[in-house]
C-alpha cells in the first residue's frame, strides 16, 4: 500500500489530505478535516477507474459544507429533538442549527475540526479531543477514527470514544455514493436492497415519532432491490416534504454484539460496480442527497451537484435515541469504549 499526504491550508488552519493506492491502482483519499472521505476510486466492468464519491474541487471548500460530505459527525450524528436531551437527572441544551433541532453535533461538530492524523500500514488513524462543553455535550471525550484500505477495494472503519461523564455519542461516516462516477448526475436508477425488515417513522423535522414498523407495502420496502427513484415521489409519510429518502432503517438480527452485519448492497447496472456495505450499527440512515443544489460548493468535476446526485447510506445509532428509551442506548458511561465498525467492501456484479 503506497500513501501520500500533502498539507492544505483554511481558515481554521492546515489540514492533511492522504491518498491510500493500493496495488491495483484504486484508491481511497481522506482528510484531516472532518476525518472524512474525499475520494474513492474504484473500476468498472471494463476497467475505467472512476472516482465513486461526492466532493469537491477545493480540498478547504469541505469546511462548513451543508452537506457533511464524506466527513465524520459528532458527537451526535443526525437530530435532537429541539436540541435537549437528559442523562439521570442532568438536562443539556444544545444549539439549534437545523431548526427546530440540533444536527450532527452542531455548527462546529466534529466534521468541522482538524483531527490529528497518523498514518499507518494500509491506512491513516485519525484523533480528536473534545473538551468538556463542547458544543454544549457533557465530558470530555476522546474519538479515534480508523481507516484502512486494501487490495479487495474494501474501507474499513472502525469508531472509538471514551469519556469522563456520561455523555451521548453517535458516530458515521456521510459519504455521498454514485456509482456511476461522481459527476454522472443522478444516481436514481441505482439500484439498493436493504437488509431491514423495520424502520423508524419520522415528523416532518426528521425526529422519530416514537414507533418502529415494518416496510412490507410502504415505500421503505428495500428487502428486494430497486431503483433508488422507483417510489421516491410517494404519498407517503414525510417522502414529500423531504423531497425522498431521508429516513432511518434498523439492521436484520443486530443485538449488541459487535458483529459485522451486511446492511446494504447498491448496484449500478451500467457500470455493474457494487457496493456493500457492512456495519456493526443497529442502523442505517438513507438520504438520497435531496438537498445537494443547496448552495454546495462546486463538485469535483467542475460543476454544482444537483439534488439526488449521489445517495448516504449511514450506519449509525437511531436519530433522537436519548430521548426515547425504546431504542438503542447511545448514552457513553466513564470507563466504557463505543466501538462500532462500518465497512465499504467495492466489487462486479457479474
Given at each position: 500500500?503506497?500513501?501520500f499526504?500533502?498539507?492544505?491550508s483554511?481558515?481554521?488552519?492546515?489540514?492533511r489530505v492522504?491518498?491510500l493506492?493500493?496495488?491495483?491502482g484504486?484508491?481511497?483519499?481522506?482528510s484531516?478535516?472532518g476525518?472524512?472521505?474525499t475520494?474513492?476510486?474504484?473500476?468498472?466492468?471494463r476497467?475505467?477507474?472512476?472516482?465513486v464519491?461526492l466532493?469537491y474541487a477545493r480540498?478547504?471548500?469541505?469546511?462548513?459544507?451543508?452537506?457533511?460530505?464524506?466527513?465524520t459527525?459528532?458527537?451526535?450524528?443526525?437530530?435532537?429533538?429541539?436540541?435537549?436531551f437528559s442523562i439521570?437527572?442532568?438536562?443539556?441544551q444544545?444549539?439549534?442549527?437545523?431548526p427546530?433541532?440540533?444536527?450532527?453535533?452542531g455548527?462546529?461538530?466534529f466534521h468541522n475540526v482538524?483531527?490529528?492524523?497518523?498514518?499507518h500500514?494500509?491506512g491513516?488513524?485519525?484523533?480528536?479531543?473534545?473538551?468538556?462543553?463542547?458544543?454544549g455535550?457533557?465530558?470530555a471525550m476522546?474519538?479515534a477514527?480508523d481507516?484502512?484500505?486494501n487490495d479487495?477495494?474494501?474501507?474499513?472503519?472502525?469508531?472509538?470514544?471514551t469519556?469522563?461523564?456520561?455523555?451521548?455519542?453517535?458516530?458515521?461516516?456521510?459519504?455521498?455514493?454514485?456509482?456511476?462516477?461522481?459527476g454522472s448526475?443522478?444516481?436514481?436508477?441505482?439500484?439498493?436492497?436493504?437488509n431491514c425488515h423495520?424502520?423508524?417513522?419520522?415528523?416532518?423535522?426528521?425526529?422519530?415519532l416514537?414507533?418502529?414498523e415494518?416496510?412490507?407495502g410502504?415505500?421503505?420496502?428495500?428487502?428486494?432491490a430497486?431503483?433508488?427513484?422507483r417510489d421516491?415521489?410517494?404519498?407517503f409519510?414525510?417522502?414529500?416534504?423531504?423531497?425522498?429518502?431521508?429516513?432511518?432503517?434498523?439492521?436484520?438480527?443486530?443485538?449488541?454484539?459487535?458483529?459485522?452485519?451486511?446492511?446494504a448492497?447498491?448496484?449500478d447496472?451500467?457500470s455493474?460496480?457494487?457496493l456493500?456495505?457492512?456495519?456493526?450499527?443497529?442502523g442505517?440512515?438513507?438520504?438520497t442527497?435531496?438537498?445537494?443544489a443547496?448552495?454546495l460548493?462546486v463538485?469535483k468535476?467542475?460543476?454544482?451537484?444537483?439534488?439526488?446526485?449521489?445517495?448516504?447510506?449511514?450506519?449509525?445509532?437511531?436519530p433522537d435515541a436519548?430521548n426515547h428509551?425504546?431504542?438503542?442506548?447511545?448514552v457513553?458511561?466513564p470507563?466504557?469504549?463505543?466501538?462500532h465498525v462500518?465497512?465499504?467492501?467495492?466489487s462486479?456484479?457479474?
Amino acid at each position: 500500500m503506497d500513501i501520500f499526504s500533502n498539507d492544505i491550508s483554511s481558515a481554521k488552519g492546515t489540514f492533511r489530505v492522504f491518498r491510500l493506492v493500493n496495488s491495483q491502482g484504486c484508491e481511497a483519499a481522506l482528510s484531516s478535516l472532518g476525518a472524512g472521505i474525499t475520494a474513492i476510486r474504484v473500476p468498472d466492468a471494463r476497467g475505467r477507474i472512476d472516482d465513486v464519491v461526492l466532493g469537491y474541487a477545493r480540498h478547504a471548500d469541505y469546511l462548513y459544507d451543508s452537506a457533511c460530505a464524506g466527513k465524520t459527525p459528532g458527537r451526535y450524528a443526525n437530530r435532537i429533538a429541539r436540541g435537549r436531551f437528559s442523562i439521570g437527572r442532568d438536562e443539556y441544551q444544545l444549539a439549534i442549527n437545523n431548526p427546530p433541532n440540533a444536527l450532527h453535533g452542531g455548527n462546529d461538530g466534529f466534521h468541522n475540526v482538524i483531527w490529528d492524523a497518523e498514518p499507518h500500514d494500509g491506512g491513516v488513524r485519525f484523533t480528536y479531543h473534545a473538551a468538556d462543553g463542547e458544543e454544549g455535550y457533557p465530558g470530555a471525550m476522546d474519538v479515534a477514527v480508523d481507516y484502512v484500505w486494501n487490495d479487495d477495494n474494501e474501507l474499513t472503519i472502525s469508531y472509538e470514544a471514551t469519556a469522563d461523564r456520561p455523555t451521548i455519542v453517535n458516530l458515521t461516516n456521510h459519504a455521498y455514493f454514485n456509482l456511476a462516477g461522481e459527476g454522472s448526475g443522478s444516481c436514481l436508477s441505482q439500484r439498493l436492497r436493504l437488509n431491514c425488515h423495520r424502520w423508524l417513522p419520522a415528523d416532518v423535522t426528521d425526529i422519530p415519532l416514537g414507533s418502529i414498523e415494518p416496510v412490507e407495502g410502504t415505500p421503505m420496502d428495500f428487502l428486494q432491490a430497486k431503483a433508488l427513484g422507483r417510489d421516491i415521489g410517494a404519498d407517503f409519510s414525510n417522502m414529500r416534504t423531504g423531497k425522498g429518502y431521508n429516513h432511518f432503517f434498523f439492521v436484520d438480527g443486530w443485538n449488541g454484539d459487535g458483529r459485522l452485519r451486511l446492511v446494504a448492497v447498491l448496484d449500478d447496472d451500467e457500470s455493474r460496480r457494487r457496493l456493500s456495505v457492512y456495519s456493526t450499527q443497529c442502523g442505517a440512515m438513507l438520504y438520497t442527497g435531496n438537498w445537494l443544489a443547496d448552495n454546495l460548493p462546486v463538485g469535483k468535476s467542475g460543476r454544482r451537484y444537483a439534488d439526488h446526485d449521489g445517495v448516504a447510506i449511514e450506519c449509525q445509532g437511531a436519530p433522537d435515541a436519548p430521548n426515547h428509551p425504546s431504542l438503542p442506548c447511545q448514552v457513553l458511561m466513564p470507563g466504557e469504549t463505543y466501538r462500532h465498525v462500518i465497512k465499504y467492501a467495492f466489487s462486479i456484479n457479474c
